[in-house]
């Protein structure tokens, strides 16, 4: 069982930036492969980053060249640094980790908004 604590969310205008962080427990936190998803009102979660072993990367094109996930092995966190956010952005982002199973953290409003 893998717990995850994520913090970070708020709200920012258009343009702004957000850092979300994702901490998880256990001791093979190198051998997680870890995820950001968001769900906005109406629509389905989507998998907006995805960092997996050994440095593998996926980024939702929409955020491509917007947002950078990033891993600190050392501190069993995973981040996800969010630039020039626009209000399309607007959603609970949730942290994942899949390791033989898929753990999911509570979730974080990020809203972004005139």
């Known amino acids: 069982q893998v717990q995850l604590v994520e913090s970070g969310g708020g709200t920012v205008h258009p343009g702004g930036s957000l850092n979300l962080s994702c901490t998880a427990s256990g001791n093979k936190f190198e051998s997680y492969i870890m995820g950001w998803y968001r769900q906005a009102p109406g629509k389905e979660r989507e998998m907006v980053a995805q960092?997996?072993?050994?440095?593998?990367?996926y980024y939702l094109d929409s955020v491509k060249g917007r947002f950078t996930i990033s891993r600190d092995n050392s501190k069993n966190t995973a981040y996800l640094q969010m630039n020039s956010l626009k209000p399309e952005d607007t959603a609970i982002y949730y942290c994942?980790?899949?390791?033989?199973?898929?753990?999911w953290g509570q979730g974080t409003q990020v809203t972004v908004s005139a």
């Open positions: 960092m997996s072993t050994p440095d593998g990367l």
């Open positions: 994942n980790v899949y390791f033989f199973a898929s753990y």
